[in-house]
């Protein structure tokens, strides 16, 4: 389940870079090209040195391109291309006189330098570059309408790198919200049941684990609550499996309005309560102050029905059992605390039902002495209904605790 997790958010990483790895590639052609563009001109001019500048720079670009293709990934190819589009605007401007015809360039290579970057990079250099040319101008004198012409520029250079930055920023702050809900949607998907929004078997297991270790050496009590549903076969048989769904999903509601499903101590939502399977449910209560408290739950659990219940008139007076294993004092690990609960609540169904019982070692025997046609276990919900018998049920779970 893990590996499902990650591989979504890892398909979603790539997306995003693949959006990149576009951006870069095209940056990528159209330097090319104007490289090649101004490479011709200067050739034509005999300007040999500057010829061979952006010959040099279009090799690089040239090799840019290349290596976004045999890659299928950036490796650094943006950070290549930032180099040579700074590069050639710092050049641009340090020998302004000579270039002031393109001088306008400066606008497209600040702009193509913060959109292939991530947002805080793209700042960094466009500010780098805004700093340079406010110094290029503060050592350089020049009439007055030149320095009102240089003056106009530095601001229309300023205005557009801050408006490039704000766009970069906000987009980026929309990408990571995207993916934060992706990542949410991925997890709920992964982590809750999709019927009741509880959290399913696998995720309350591995939760668990760690909780157990956690809440070990506390002085506070610690259980492990099985629940099932009565005579919930009944109702899928008689009402159909629609009604079987309200019932186990306003039950689910009853429990998470009921029963405390965050941290005490970090106040971060925490897996306690799950769908184990079919009509059963299952809550690892923890942090509860006295055998008194856990008693006051308990008692308020098994009566989360009392009210009848009020999605369909036609069902009403459900119950549940309720079968209750102490940590450590009955099983030192989830797995065989998880077995005592669910025996305690067969001992809790088979003494009436609608009531709960904590686990003993008489429990084990009452079980074992029931003829083998009350040891049938019927679990009932919305999708299937399982009925396997209880001998099939003690070949998978050992008779004896240890």
């Known amino acids: 389940?893990?590996?499902?997790?990650?591989?979504?958010?890892?398909?979603?990483?790539?997306?995003?870079?693949?959006?990149?790895?576009?951006?870069?590639?095209?940056?990528?052609?159209?330097?090319?090209?104007?490289?090649?563009?101004?490479?011709?001109?200067?050739?034509?001019?005999?300007?040999?040195?500057?010829?061979?500048?952006?010959?040099i720079c279009s090799l690089i670009v040239s090799f840019n391109l290349w290596q976004l293709k045999r890659n299928d990934g950036l490796s650094y190819t943006d950070v290549t291309l930032t180099g040579v589009l700074m590069f050639q605007g710092l050049s641009l401007l340090l020998y302004e006189a000579q270039f002031a015809e393109k001088l306008i360039w400066l606008f497209p290579l600040m702009v193509a330098v913060i959109i292939i970057n991530e947002f805080k990079i793209g700042l960094i250099c466009s500010t780098i570059f805004c700093l340079l040319a406010i110094a290029s101008t503060l050592f350089k004198t020049s009439p007055e309408a030149a320095a009102n012409s240089q003056n106009s520029f530095l601001l229309g250079l300023m205005v557009s790198c801050i408006i490039c930055n704000t766009a970069s920023y906000y987009h980026s702050k929309l990408l990571s919200y995207i993916q934060s809900l992706y990542k949410e949607g991925i997890e709920d998907l992964a982590y809750l049941d999709q019927l009741t929004g509880l959290a399913n078997r696998w995720s309350f297991e591995n939760w668990a684990h760690t909780k157990l270790v956690e809440v070990r050496n506390l002085s506070t009590t610690t259980a492990l609550v099985f629940l099932d549903i009565d005579?919930?076969?009944?109702?899928?048989?008689?009402?159909?499996?629609?009604?079987?769904?309200?019932?186990?999903?306003?039950?689910?509601?009853?429990?998470?309005?009921?029963?405390?499903?965050?941290?005490?101590?970090?106040?971060?939502?925490?897996?306690?309560?799950?769908?184990?399977?079919?009509?059963?449910?299952?809550?690892?209560?923890?942090?509860?102050?006295?055998?008194?408290?856990?008693?006051?739950?308990?008692?308020?659990?098994?009566?989360?029905?009392?009210?009848?219940?009020?999605?369909?008139?036609?069902?009403?007076?459900?119950?549940?059992?309720?079968?209750?294993?102490?940590?450590?004092?009955?099983?030192?690990?989830?797995?065989?605390?998880?077995?005592?609960?669910?025996?305690?609540?067969?001992?809790?169904?088979?003494?009436?039902?609608?009531?709960y019982r904590y686990y003993s070692g008489s429990i084990l025997n009452s079980l074992e002495e029931m003829p083998l046609e009350h040891n049938v276990r019927d679990i009932g919900s919305a999708s299937q209904i399982h009925k396997t018998e209880q001998s099939n049920q003690y070949k998978k779970h050992p008779q004896r605790v240890t």
């Open 231 to 355: 005579d919930f076969k009944e109702i899928n048989d008689t009402y159909g499996h629609d009604v079987g769904d309200r019932v186990l999903q306003n039950f689910s509601r009853r429990l998470k309005n009921n029963i405390r499903t965050r941290d005490r101590k970090n106040n971060h939502h925490d897996y306690s309560i799950a769908r184990f399977a079919g009509d059963e449910f299952v809550i690892l209560l923890y942090d509860v102050r006295s055998k008194k408290d856990l008693d006051g739950i308990l008692g308020r659990i098994s009566q989360l029905f009392h009210d009848s219940y009020a999605g369909n008139n036609k069902v009403s007076n459900l119950t549940v059992s309720v079968g209750v294993a102490l940590y450590p004092q009955d099983a030192d690990n989830l797995h065989e605390l998880t077995r005592c609960a669910d025996k305690a609540m067969y001992a809790a169904k088979h003494s009436g039902k609608n009531q």
């Open 1 to 55: 389940m893990s590996n499902f997790v990650g591989s979504h958010l890892e398909e979603m990483a790539d997306i995003r870079a693949t959006r990149k790895c576009k951006l870069v590639r095209l940056c990528s052609i159209i330097t090319l090209i104007v490289l090649l563009g101004f490479s011709a001109e200067y050739f034509y001019h005999r300007e040999y040195t500057n010829t061979t500048i952006n010959i």
